[in-house]
C-alpha cells in the first residue's frame, strides 16, 4: 500500500477536527483496560466498538482496516497455537508425546487462555489502530512537546518522520519505472531490478539528510525544531462519549472478571 499512507487516511478522516487529547483518551483508556482485563468479554467489547466508529464516524474503507489487521491477527493466531499447545491444564481433549522433553496437549484452561489473548491483542490493536487512522503524526508531536518529552528525543522523532516520506516517494518513483521497462519480467531482471532499487533508495535518503543538514543551517539551527500543529478545543458532546465509552468498558472489565468461554 504504497499510494495510500496511513498519514494520508489520518488527515482525511472523519473524526479529524476532534481534539487530539479526547482521541488519545479513548485510545490508550482502551489499552489500559484490555491489559487489566482478566476475561475476553472487555477486550472483545472494545475492539467492536472502536472499529464501529472508524467505520461510521471516521468513515475508514473496511477493506483498507482490514489489510492494516492482517498482519497482527496472523501473529496472535500464531501465539495462541501456542498457548493452546503448551499451557497444560487438567482434563486433556488431545495430547501427544513427540519427544521425551516435550508434551503437546489441548485442555479447557489452555483453550480459554489462548482465547483470552486473542481477544486481547484484538483489544489492545483496535485502540492501537483508532490512534493511528484518526491522529496525525503532526498532532502527535504537538502533544509530545506540550508533555515535556526529551527534544532530542522529539527532534529524532521528527527527522525520522520526514525521512520515512522522502524514501517512501523515492521507492514508489523508481518501482513505477522499472515496472514501465519491464523491470520484473523475469527472475533476473527481477533481482537486477530489486538491487537498484534498493541503491537508489539509499542515494536519495543520504541526499535528503544533506539537504535537510543544509536546510538547518539556512535557518540558524539552535537544536531545537518548530512543531506545527492545530490546537483545538475539546468538544462537550466528544468528551462525553469518550467517557461513556472508558466507563462502560471498565464497568464490563469489573463484572466479567470470572467469565469464560468454554
Known sequence: MYEELLEDIAQQNGLREVNTYTKLAAGLGAILLCLLSTSFVAPLFIAVVLTLTLFIMARIDPGTYGKIFVAPVL???LGVSVIILLAGGEGAFWSWRPLPWLSLSITRESINQG???FFRVLGGMSALIFIA???PMTDL???MRRARFPEEVLDLAMIIYRTIFVIMAQL???YQAQ???LGYSSFRESVRSCATLCGSVFIASWEAGEDLIRAMEA???EGKFAVLGEG???GLPSAMAVLSFLVVSAAIVVTTRQITLI
Open 232 to 234: 483545538r478545543p475539546i
Open 141 to 143: 508531536f504537538v502533544v
Open 133 to 135: 487512522l484518526t491522529t
Open 172 to 174: 514508489v518513483l523508481v
Open 75 to 77: 501473529f496472535a493466531l
Open 219 to 221: 535557518r540558524c539551527y
Open 179 to 181: 515496472l514501465m521497462r
Open 115 to 117: 482465547l483470552f489473548v
